[in-house]
């Protein structure tokens, strides 16, 4: 009776909507729900009519499995208002290809994606991944790109052969309500990646990923993260930062009301040690609460895989301007505070206020170096700024 009724409330939502649009049921232009037909000519045919459309437009995704092998998106289009509703899954193609984007909406302005399920299926990728062989760079699954006013309501991903959804070079983005999912050893599937976008809010979402829940590259500018639930996976992540020169900076970014469960990292700040400058500024992380998380506080401005092309180099990224708030919970590691700030351009204006981190039946411990700043309140372990 519960499921009848919500398919029931789904029906009147989608007809609340849609009444008083052009609608396009992808079924009618001969997609077939069977999960074997590939649904890539009617995809793109019903976004041909309602990008086309000079009025509000709506497409229509009906229950079932589609496969889709590729869908790229393009506008602009001739209205800002076009809504896509998925009530059933779609589908990437079994095994692995050399395409590096799945389904991709570029130059697109007031676009809006209501529920459904995206399945990237990466498992045979990871599987060549994993085991060291020569493999193509893999797809993200949903990418937003050189794109205005877009929101993501409801969506569910799962398996993504690399990120799940990436934002670049867009603003005006939200993301809320999803529900992002894929092994805990899964090789760089980050949940959501903002990049060169700004404006962007990502709440009331669940990501479990093999890498970062959600990772914010060069020129991610106010950026509001809250009531994210991240586990397992890497944290949430400003950077890596500075590997190539001339990046544009980070920048205003909150993220609050945050639970971090079972993570390599909590809230981390990574630049990487070469000398190529930038900067991240403005940053606020409030009400998160970690559980057994191995570097909860981190900023790393020594990052260099495998030791190539960075040893005993410094980082030029300047970091300034970040206040740690209200973080309490459980370390996995004795440090549960890490500063490892570049030697050539310290960090500044560091803040902890109230900070409650433990580490099994021991003393938990705080790590400095190159950085300056303040504290306030009660700051457990004892800071070292």
């Not at 999912?181 to 669940?206: L, R, W």
């Amino acid at each position: 009776m519960a499921q009848f009724m919500a398919f029931l409330l789904t029906i009147l939502f989608i007809c609340s909507f849609t009444s008083a649009m052009a609608a396009y049921n992808i079924a009618d232009f001969g997609a077939k729900p069977d999960g074997r037909t590939d649904s890539a000519k009617p995809f793109l045919s019903a976004w041909a009519a309602a990008c086309g459309s000079s009025q509000p437009s709506a497409i229509i995704v009906p229950a079932g499995r589609f496969l889709l092998s590729q869908a790229l998106f393009q506008g602009p289009c001739k209205n800002s208002n076009i809504r896509i509703f998925i009530s059933g899954t779609i589908v990437a193609p079994s095994g692995y290809g050399s395409n590096t984007v799945w389904i991709s909406f570029n130059y697109v302005q007031g676009l809006s994606i209501f529920g459904g399920t995206l399945d990237g299926q990466g498992q045979s990728f990871w599987a060549c991944k994993m085991a060291g062989r020569s493999c193509p760079n893999g797809a993200t699954s949903l990418t937003i790109a050189e794109s205005k006013n877009i929101l993501i309501s409801g969506l569910t991903l799962l398996n993504s052969e690399v990120f799940h959804i990436s934002i670049f070079g867009s603003s005006g983005v939200t993301v809320r309500g999803a529900k992002i999912t894929a092994p805990g050893d899964s090789p760089n599937t980050d949940g959501i990646h903002i990049q060169k976008s700004s404006f962007v809010t990502v709440s009331g979402s669940s990501i479990k990923t093999g890498d970062d829940c959600i990772s914010m590259g060069e020129g991610a500018t106010d950026v509001w993260i809250e009531k994210i639930s991240c586990g397992p996976g890497h944290g949430i992540s400003i950077g890596s930062l500075g590997d190539t020169p001339q990046e544009d900076g980070v920048q205003n970014v909150t993220v609050k009301s945050v639970v971090l469960a079972g993570t390599q990292n909590g809230l981390r700040i990574k630049t990487w040690g070469k000398p190529n400058t930038g900067f991240v500024k403005g940053i606020r992380f409030e009400h998160a609460i970690m559980q057994n998380v191995q570097n909860p506080i981190v900023i790393d401005q020594n990052y260099c895989p495998g030791n190539k092309n960075c040893p005993g180099q410094s980082s030029g990224i300047k970091i300034s301007q970040v206040m740690y708030s209200d973080i309490h919970g459980s370390s996995a590691t004795q440090a549960a505070v890490k500063f490892d700030c570049s030697s050539s351009n310290p960090c500044s204006g560091i803040g902890l206020q109230n900070i409650n981190l433990s580490y099994l039946d021991k003393q938990a411990q705080s790590y400095c170096r190159n950085v300056q700043g303040s504290t306030s309140g009660f700051v457990i372990p004892p800071s070292c700024l």
